[in-house]
Nanobody, 123 residues
């Protein structure tokens, strides 16, 4: 499985970005898919996930601002980010796993990771 993120960039606070994650290889709609982020000097954290039933989960700090979605026909995962804040600045990664579905940002729980796309929000 290969995951390739895109859509990052630099925006001012209050702006929006949409991240995409293109998946290839042996990936099915039974995989759990998630978005994670890591700011400089901080640990990687889970941001949002969507499970095989289409149920979603978010960390509190992005609820109401970010929306995770997927387009199975194109094997693509999205993260729509609105009302961006400087504290959202980080490298954003997508991840996939065929069995586990958790916001814990650990390779123990997520088998496949992309290389990341940078999001920078200025005040």
């Amino acid at each position: 499985v290969q995951l390739v993120e895109s859509g990052g960039g630099s925006v001012q606070a209050g702006g929006s970005l949409r991240l995409s994650c293109a998946a290839s290889g042996y990936i099915t709609d039974r995989h759990c898919m998630g978005w994670f982020r890591q700011a400089p000097g901080k640990e990687r954290e889970g941001v949002a996930l969507i499970d095989s039933n289409g149920s979603t989960r978010y960390i509190d700090s992005v609820k109401g601002r970010f929306t995770i979605s997927q387009e199975n026909a194109k094997n693509t995962l999205y993260l729509q980010m609105n009302s961006l804040k400087p504290e959202d600045t980080a490298m954003y990664y997508c991840a996939a796993d065929p069995m586990r579905c958790t916001l814990v940002a650990s390779r123990v729980y997520w088998n496949y990771w992309g290389q990341g796309t940078q999001v920078t929000v200025s005040s």
